[in-house]
């Protein structure tokens, strides 16, 4: 387990927080030695709920052409038909993935193919399990053309807490599928957008790990 480049400046800045704040309450305050124990502690959990959440763990990856692996950690909230307006312009299946912020925040090219389309869009920040976070919540949204020709949507959600959204995904290039995307900070959601017709083999309510979980084929 190691700790992602993301969270080196978010780690150094809640360390010296946290230290600037004890370092105070010992010499300003004279606070009671309860009170300094339980500042203390509760420091040091605080600390570790960032190391865990900025985690970067290690994992073998699903990789098959046709299949379209999870490109997130969390849960299936919505998996169903829909018309993705932005790039496709067409019926498609939507299947999104709920991160909380116990999860780990990377995310995965969920298909080998070339990065057609990337463009950030400037939003709101409302719960991100809410079905119009999709169009009006900060988010990036990304087009992948597989060696078949089936083009595949996939966007990155911020939340009420993700206030930044980190994307790797560059036009023009090729993507591999379970190298990483991207991240996204603090609770958020990932929607994928597949073909008409796909076969998908998750559903709603079913926790699923980003890199080895397989949620549909593009055949």
Not at 131 to 136: C, G, R
Not at 181 to 200: E, T
Request: charged share 20%; proline share 4%; glycine share 8%.
């Amino acid at each position: 387990m190691t700790i992602h480049k993301e969270g080196f400046a978010t780690l150094a800045v809640v360390f010296l927080v946290l230290a600037g704040g004890n370092t105070g309450i010992y010499f300003l305050m004279d606070a009671p030695a309860p009170v300094l124990e339980w500042t203390v502690i509760s420091s040091i959990v605080l600390f570790f709920f960032f190391l865990a959440f900025f985690r970067s763990p290690k994992r073998d990856g699903f990789r098959e052409d046709k299949a379209v692996i999870a490109p997130a950690d969390g849960k299936i909230v919505v998996v169903e038909e829909t018309e993705e307006s932005e790039v496709l312009k067409d019926k498609c299946i939507q299947v999104s993935i709920f991160m909380s912020v116990f999860n780990v925040h990377i995310n995965w090219f969920p298909i080998n193919g070339m990065v057609r389309y990337f463009r950030h869009h400037s939003g709101r920040f409302q719960a991100a399990y809410l079905p119009k976070a999709s169009t009006d919540n900060e988010r990036t949204t990304i087009a992948m053309e597989a060696a078949n020709g089936k083009t595949i949507v996939i966007r990155q959600i911020a939340g009420a807490l993700a206030r930044r959204i980190v994307c790797y995904a560059e036009e023009g290039e090729k993507g591999q599928q379970g190298r990483q995307m991207g991240f996204i900070k603090f609770g958020s959601r990932v929607d994928i957008f597949l073909p008409a017709g796909s076969r998908i083999d998750v559903k709603p309510g079913q926790t699923v790990k980003g890199k080895q979980t397989i949620l549909g084929w593009i055949d």
